[in-house]
């Protein structure tokens, strides 16, 4: 069983900046693509943004394009996720996805708080 570890979550002003960590546990798992999804309160879990584990090819929802960037270090099986410019909006329970290579099969972390002030 892989295990995604995330990490970086917390309280910041509105217009400030977080930066949150998804390792997979496994050095050997092999990853197609991993990505960051959020879920607020009273609402479904909805796409943040996804990276290509090979190309890095990225790919955002057009709520935070321009303010997060998604990043990867593949020697580490690490996905970064780094937001600026944070609004209220985007507060939200934020969870790591990975895409094991050569299959539909999904893993997803346990999700860190992200919660933004006005």
């Known amino acids: 069983q892989v295990q995604l570890v995330e990490s970086g979550g917390g309280l910041v002003q509105a217009g400030g900046s977080l930066r949150l960590s998804c390792a997979a546990s496994?050095?050997?798992?092999?990853?197609?693509?991993m990505g960051w999804f959020r879920q607020a309160p009273g609402k479904e879990r909805e796409f943040v943004a996804t990276?290509?584990?090979?190309?890095?090819?990225?790919d955002y929802a057009d709520s935070v394009k321009g303010r997060f960037t998604i990043s990867r270090d593949n020697a580490k099986n690490t996905v970064y996720l780094e937001m600026n410019s944070l609004k209220p909006e985007d507060t939200a329970v934020y969870y790591c996805?990975?895409?094991?290579?050569?299959?539909?099969?999904?893993?997803w972390g346990q999700g860190t708080q992200v919660t933004v002030s006005s």
């Open positions: 996805r990975a895409r094991r290579a050569y299959t539909t099969i999904y893993y």
């Open positions: 496994k050095p050997a798992f092999s990853i197609y693509a």
């Open positions: 990276i290509n584990w090979s190309a890095g090819n990225t």
